[in-house]
Nanobody
């Protein structure tokens, strides 16, 4: 059974950094793309970053380019989202997701499995 456990969120000040972690189990981790999405109160869930099966391809939403970095550790079956220079507009619940495909997708509809989410709050 696919399981994704998100962690690492918290309350930080603008300009600070956080690293989110997604621990994956129940599937062959090195075969599938992994992604991060986020959802702010009253808004739809939106794409943040994605990494393909071998880590050779990554894509980012324009609003996080240059600030966030997605990576994956195959030995630990874990995906990370390093978030630097955080802004109040980054406040949201962040979700890890996986799809049964090796290549990335930016659409929430393509992802069948989700973590429980981790809250990130950035104060000004």
């Amino acid at each position: 059974q696919v399981r994704l456990v998100d962690s690492g969120g918290g309350l930080v000040q603008a300009g600070d950094s956080l690293r989110l972690t997604c621990a994956a189990s129940g599937f062959t981790f090195d075969r599938y793309a992994m992604a991060w999405f986020r959802q702010a109160p009253g808004k739809e869930r939106e794409f943040v970053a994605v990494i393909n099966w071998n880590g050779g391809s990554t894509h980012y939403a324009d609003f996080v380019k240059g600030r966030f970095t997605i990576s994956r550790d195959y030995a630990k079956s874990t995906v990370y989202l390093q978030m630097n220079s955080l802004k109040p507009v980054d406040t949201a619940v962040y979700y890890c997701a996986t799809r049964s495909h090796p290549e990335p997708s930016l659409s929430t509809k393509e992802y069948a499995h989700w973590g429980q989410g981790t809250q990130v709050t950035v104060s000004s």
